[in-house]
């Protein structure tokens, strides 16, 4: 008999949807597996205004195919002027659920990002006050700062600062990737948790340059080492409510990551819970995966659990070398692999 695991619904808590064609062909591949999404605000120009959130909401609800349930949960994009009271609005309205704090410079669409947290005090204020969300791209972007010690950089200049200035501020540490985020985010108080994609547990830096440089295992924060992975794999698995899902999946098309200058993003979306199952399953761990999918983010967020259930049925799914969005191909996470378990709906 096939081995099934029955779970609440699931969310994503850190996706890039982009807008337009690319938009609305990956839209249906997220909305396919979860219920809600924390959609990320880089677009060019970034989501700074309440007007400009509602108005890209409306145009991803338009993109879900009838019959799925999808509800896209938005954010602000932190600007080093952006003003406290719109952020207030936004929120008090039920348009952004989050800011999103981009250190400028960090990663894609980020040149308007915060230049120093210090020029965003006023809104870290208003935030801490309302109990919103903070969801940081934790690294700092100093050129002398070596691209692999980012992160553990940022812990001690800009988070433990940040929050031993304003105690109550929640923060979601996003897409961590070190030994160092880990042991942060444990050795801090209930309102500071972490996200976690599939690729920061599936590969380490290897995986981007043995062999050859290979652009699709590339994304931002970059891989580390192997001894990294295997404390995200710990801390995913854990059953710990601080940690829990947000792939990042970041469509790029497959010139514009296949070049010179390659674009950081994996696009993991459309096999995204087959993947983080595959490391629960390898860590013996299937009975964490629903806390970590679809329990611990709606409770750090303040929100309800999906009433709806999923299946995910112990059978290979293969996933496809290449997909096609927006009229361009694009290569998805595991592209050619087999993975252990598929989801059935
Ligand atoms: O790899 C990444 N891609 N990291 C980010 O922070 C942004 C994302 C994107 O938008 O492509
Ligand atoms: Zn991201």
Redesign the pocket.
């Known amino acids: 008999m096939t081995k099934i695991l029955k779970i609440r619904r699931p969310d994503d808590w850190h996706l ?1 949807f ?1 807008d337009g064609d690319m938009m609305r062909d990956v839209v249906p591949y997220t909305a396919r597996q979860f219920a809600r999404a924390i959609v ?1 605000p ?1 677009l060019t120009p970034p989501i700074t205004t309440v007007e400009a959130g509602r108005a890209y909401r409306e145009r991803i609800r338009a993109a879900v195919p009838s019959g799925l349930a999808f509800e896209p949960l938005m954010t602000c994009y932190l600007t080093d002027n952006l003003d406290p009271e719109e952020v207030r609005r936004g929120f008090a309205e039920g348009v952004f659920t989050a800011c999103k704090l ?1 250190p400028a410079g ?5 040149d308007s990002g915060v230049t120093d947290v210090a020029n965003i005090r006023g809104v870290l204020e208003v935030m801490a006050d309302i109990g919103m969300v903070l969801c940081v ?1 934790g690294e700092v972007t100093h050129s002398d700062i070596d691209i692999f010690d980012r992160e553990a950089v940022f812990i001690e200049q800009v988070l433990r600062p940040l929050l031993a200035d304003l105690p109550t501020l929640k923060v979601v540490f ?2 961590i990737t070190t030994e160092e985020a880990v042991a942060f985010v444990q050795a801090s108080g209930p309102n500071v948790a972490a996200t976690i994609t599939p690729q920061h547990l599936h590969i380490n830096r290897n995986a981007m340059l043995v062999g050859g440089m290979r652009p699709h295992n ?4 970059v891989a580390k080492r192997e001894k990294h992975r295997l404390a995200l794999r710990k801390a995913a698995t854990s059953g710990n409510p601080k940690f829990f899902l947000g792939t ?1 999946s ?3 098309a497959r010139h514009a990551k296949e070049s010179a200058c390659g ?4 696009f993991n979306a459309p096999f995204a819970l087959e993947s983080y199952l595959a490391v629960f399953d390898e860590e013996g761990a299937l009975d964490h995966f629903e806390g970590f999918a679809s329990l611990h983010g709606p409770a750090f967020y303040g929100l309800t659990v999906n009433a709806e259930t999923v299946t995910l049925e112990k059978r290979d799914c293969v996933v496809p070398e290449m997909l096609s969005a927006a009229g361009e191909e694009i290569v998805p996470f595991h592209a050619g692999q087999t993975l252990g378990w598929t989801y059935a709906g």
């Open positions: 890039h982009r990320m880089n981009y960090a990663t894609t669409n980020s791209h996003e897409h590339y994304c931002l924060p990042d970041a469509p790029h674009c950081a993003g994996i």
